[in-house]
T-cell receptor, first 113, second 113 residues
Framework: GNSVTQMEGPVTLSEEAFLTINCTYT??????LFWYVQYPGEGLQLLLK?????DKGSNKGFEATYRKETTSFHLEKGSVQVSDSAVYFC????????????FGDGTTLTVKP | DAGVTQSPTHLIKTRGQQVTLRCSPI?????VSWYQQVLGQGPQFIFQ???????GRGNFPDRFSARQFPNYSSELNVNALLLGDSALYLC????????????FGPGTRLTVL
């Protein structure tokens, strides 16, 4: 079956540091890949997505590239801010149906001033 | 437009009781999915409904059931509650023309004592 593995956290960075959160997946076929962010006490918000190999999703300075050869979708940001502190989830779904998504366990990011 | 709404926000039940959680999707969205998020883990897929029909079911016992109404709102019902059912229950909706993008509600926090 499908599975998603994220780097274990928590991750603590200073403001303006470079961020990488690793994500690898196992899936049949050609899944769509997602990164979601969850702020305390809230639901999940879609951060970015990629639907085919070599696609790069980007939003709010975050980027991730769909690497089929390494089955990875690592999240990066060049300069984090305190407001980026949250839990980040990597997820996958079958093509054209995000409604049955498989999620990783999340990585907690804390950014200190 | 309003986002996905869920009710109630919080709920406390005792073992053996039954609970019903409610979800209203974004206007125009016909697909609703339910996820269970245990503290410290990623969301786990429970059900997906589209046009009132079940389109998928995750690895959950028969104590969990759901339905979707003609206005596309949905209910998740859990019978014979166990302590392990304590979790954040998330509802997500998606539209037919952008099925690979789902929008999450804030969740219902269920505590079973």
């Amino acid at each position: 079956g499908n599975s998603v593995t994220q780097m274990e956290g928590p991750v603590t960075l200073s403001e303006e540091a470079f961020l990488t959160i690793n994500c690898t997946y196992t899936a049949t076929g050609y899944p769509s890949l997602f990164w979601y962010v969850q702020y305390p006490g809230e639901g999940l918000q879609l951060l970015l997505k990629a639907t085919k190999a070599d696609d790069k999703g980007s939003n709010k300075g975050f980027e991730a590239t769909y690497r089929k050869e390494t089955t990875s979708f690592h999240l990066e940001k060049g300069s984090v801010q305190v407001s980026d502190s949250a839990v980040y989830f990597c997820a996958l779904s079958g093509y054209s149906n995000a409604g049955k998504s498989t999620f990783g366990d999340g990585t907690t990011l804390t950014v200190k001033p | 437009d309003a986002g996905v709404t869920q009710s109630p926000t919080h709920l406390i039940k005792t073992r053996g009781q039954q609970v019903t959680l409610r979800c209203s999707p974004i206007s125009g969205h016909k697909s609703v999915s339910w996820y269970q998020q245990v503290l410290g883990q990623g969301p786990q897929f429970i059900f997906q409904y589209y046009e009132k029909e079940e389109r998928g079911r995750g690895n959950f016992p028969d104590r969990f059931s759901a339905r979707q109404f003609p206005n596309y709102s949905s209910e998740l019902n859990v019978n014979a509650l166990l302590l392990g059912d304590s979790a954040l229950y998330l509802c997500a909706s998606s539209s037919p023309d952008r099925a690979n993008e789902q929008f999450f509600g804030p969740g219902t926090r269920l505590t079973v004592l």
